[in-house]
Structures are given as structure tokens and as C-alpha cells.
């Protein structure tokens, strides 16, 4: 079982902790680094869509990023509501063992990192138009790479990453993949809906239950029940597996 999330714009450096490993497709890294910096600054601005102060934030850090440094654990990198909740700092050992067998986080600018990457602050996200060597977005250029390497051991895909993310891995797939998607509903006078910072709370609340329980079957993540979580099998599918709490 792989368990997909997303990563964060907002990133630290973990300085306590050493990485393990070098991310898998650091050659494809190393060519988009070459082509961001290639570009003017108005044309970084664009893909970044950002200015001012964060523009200048974000260009002295380009020009400060040096791919042959060990950098921090991808895991301790990323600083958003999902890894909050996740609370990475604070698993066993225990769990950061299972991390680094199930969980994966993708991303635009390195592709695909385990738990225990080393990786250094960037911005790039997966939806940026950047035409490198033909491809016109991201998506082009990552074809189908991300999702090859991800079935090369399992055959189930828990997909816990936002749509922007999951469309570069699941199209590409193979038909013995299997992949669910948890969806977390609040029930509202009788309606279901989703609320974006909840589902991303209870997205990082369900990657520290898969590993303080060591899951490794749909059966296991049906018993997520934090913060008033339930699994509701009317709302669920093959491929949906939905947790309703009443707000």
C-alpha cells in the first residue's frame, strides 16, 4: 500500500535531523532548475504568481539552491495544515519506518519523495505552465514517471493528495492499481459537503492514524474515527471511501 499526499507552498529546514536518502528523479529536478533559471524575473513572478516581497523572498531563494547539498527530510520540509495535523515531529520510530514503506509526497519540482528525501526549499507547484524541452506544463514533463515508480511495489494507492496533485499520478496508472480516495463530508442540515482546511486536517490526521496502527488494507483505514470521523459505506464506492461527521 502508498499513501499520496500533497506538499505545502509554505516550507522550513529541519536542521535536527539528516535525510537518508537523494530524491528518485533528481536529474529531472536538476533540468527544472535549469530552465527556472533560465527566465527572467517577470516570467518567474508569472509561474510563481506572486510579487513584491515574496517575489524577492522566493528569487534569492532560487539563486541560494544548490541540488548537490544533503538538505532536510521531505517529511520535516513542508509547513501547512496537512503536516500540522500529521504532526511528523512527534511519530516513533515505529512510525517513521512505516512512513518511509507507505507514504509518498508528491511534488512539481522533485516529483516523487519518500519520507526521508533530502530536499532543499522551493516553489514550484504541479499546475505552473513551464515548457521544458517541448512539454507544456508539469504535467507533460512528469508524464507518466511518478506513476511507474509508484506500482513498481504495490498495487493499492491511497490517494490523500488534492486533485492538482493526484491528476499527475492516477490517469497514468496501470489497470492492476487499485486507488481510493478518502473524502471527508460534514453534514450540514442534511447535505454533505467538503470543506477544504477540514479535509486537510483530517487528511494529515488520517496519515498519523495509518501509521500509528501500521494499516495496510482498506479494511484498517475504514476505522479512522478522529475528530468525529465516521466511515459512511452508503456514501462510499470502490474507489471512494467517505468519512461524515455532523458539524
Known amino acids: 500500500m502508498k499513501i499520496i499526499i500533497s506538499p505545502t507552498k ?3 529546514t529541519e536542521e535536527y535531523i539528516s535525510p537518508l536518502s537523494r530524491p528518485l528523479f533528481l536529474e529531472k529536478t536538476k533540468e527544472i532548475l535549469s530552465f527556472l533559471e533560465s527566465m527572467s524575473d517577470e516570467e518567474k513572478a508569472r509561474v510563481w504568481k506572486v510579487k513584491g516581497k515574496l517575489l524577492e523572498e522566493n528569487l534569492e531563494r532560487l539563486n541560494a539552491i544548490d541540488l548537490s547539498l544533503s538538505g532536510s527530510p521531505a517529511l520535516f520540509s513542508y509547513d501547512g495544515i496537512q503536516f500540522t495535523y500529521m504532526s511528523p515531529s512527534s511519530f516513533t520510530d515505529d512510525m517513521l519506518s512505516y512512513a518511509e ?9 522533485y516529483g516523487l519523495l519518500r519520507p ?3 530536499i532543499v526549499p522551493y516553489r514550484l507547484e504541479m499546475e505552473s505552465r513551464i515548457n521544458i524541452n517541448g512539454k507544456g506544463d508539469l504535467y507533460s514533463f512528469w508524464g507518466s514517471d511518478i506513476a511507474r515508480e509508484l506500482e513498481k511495489e504495490d498495487s493499492l494507492v491511497v490517494n490523500l493528495a488534492s ?3 493526484s491528476k499527475a499520478v492516477v490517469p497514468h496508472l496501470s ?3 487499485e486507488v481510493v480516495t478518502p473524502v471527508f463530508l460534514e453534514e450540514v442540515k442534511g447535505s ?5 482546511v477540514y479535509a486537510k486536517m483530517a487528511r494529515g490526521e488520517m496519515v498519523r492514524f495509518l501509521s500509528e496502527n501500521k494499516v495496510n488494507d482498506k479494511e484498517g483505514i475504514k476505522e479512522f474515527s478522529i475528530r468525529g470521523y465516521r466511515y459512511d459505506d452508503s456514501l462510499s464506492s470502490s474507489e471512494r471511501m467517505a468519512f461524515v461527521r455532523k458539524e
Open 163 to 165: 486533485e492538482e496533485y
Open 10 to 12: 509554505k516550507m522550513k
Open 116 to 118: 526521508m528525501d533530502g
Open 175 to 177: 489497470k492492476n492499481v
Open 101 to 109: 514503506e507507505h507514504l509518498r509526497i508528491l511534488s512539481g519540482f
Open 192 to 196: 454533505f459537503v467538503t470543506k477544504g
